[in-house]
């Protein structure tokens, strides 16, 4: 399973996001490839639907299904 952690530099919350799908995946018993992308351009950010940081996409999947829909990304 490909686990895509998106984020921009500084965000606070990247460390504990980090741990935390390292937690959720061996509490559940799944091997993941987490895949740490530094966003820094909205060119960069469009193209990979970030939405904010961090963002964490499973397998291409944003993991809020809600934002699965957005058309609008960016830098925040």
């Given at each position: 399973?490909?686990?895509?952690?998106?984020?921009?530099?500084?965000?606070p919350a990247t460390p504990a996001t980090v741990?935390?799908?390292?937690d959720v995946?061996?509490?559940?018993?799944?091997?993941?490839?987490?895949?740490?992308?530094?966003v820094e351009t909205p060119d960069q950010a469009t193209a990979t639907r970030f939405?904010?940081?961090?963002?964490?996409?499973?397998?291409g999947h944003d993991i809020e299904r809600e934002a699965?829909?957005?058309v609008t990304f960016g830098l925040t």
């Amino acid at each position: 399973m490909r686990v895509m952690m998106l984020y921009m530099e500084g965000c606070p919350a990247t460390p504990a996001t980090v741990e935390l799908i390292r937690d959720v995946a061996a509490q559940i018993g799944v091997s993941i490839r987490l895949e740490r992308v530094r966003v820094e351009t909205p060119d960069q950010a469009t193209a990979t639907r970030f939405l904010g940081s961090p963002t964490v996409q499973v397998d291409g999947h944003d993991i809020e299904r809600e934002a699965r829909n957005a058309v609008t990304f960016g830098l925040t």
